[in-house]
């Protein structure tokens, strides 16, 4: 399993921005997917977002263009920045390494998670 570190979480006011970084304790091929995920309290694991390789990306429905992710092949990385952040974007977001797409989240490795929170 590869380890996940994690950085970026914190408390912001809504309309605020984060950016969320993700690095690998190892090296990473482009086949494998690099992404976040997100849980908020009484609610399920939901996609935020991820990325292939070659920067093919999905995002999740609720994002609506508000956040960006990135990847550095080179550092075995992977950025989430965040923008307009409401308060329904509050939850622990997890970082997510998985074989392919096709491959399900759960059978790749998971970072410990970072808060995110957003109020006033």
């Known amino acids: 399993q590869m380890q996940l570190v994690e950085s970026g979480g914190g408390l912001v006011q ?3 921005s984060l950016r969320l970084s993700c690095a690998a304790s190892g090296n990473i091929f482009s ?3 690099m992404g976040w995920y997100r849980q908020a309290p009484g609610k399920q694991r939901e996609l935020v977002a991820d990325i292939g390789g070659f920067g093919s990306a999905d995002y999740g429905d ?3 263009g508000r956040f960006t992710i990135s990847r550095d092949n ?3 990385a ?13 939850g622990v977001y997890y970082c997510n390494l998985r074989a392919d ?3 399900p989240a759960d059978s790749g490795s998971w970072g410990q ?3 995110v929170t957003v109020s006033s």
Do not use: C, H, Y
């Open 14 to 16: 809504p309309g605020g």
């Open 31 to 33: 086949w494998n997917i």
């Open 62 to 64: 609720f994002v609506k």
């Open 74 to 76: 080179a550092k075995n």
């Open 78 to 90: 992977v950025s989430l920045r965040m923008n307009s952040l409401q308060p329904e974007d509050t």
């Open 101 to 103: 797409r096709r491959a």
């Open 113 to 115: 998670g970072t808060q």
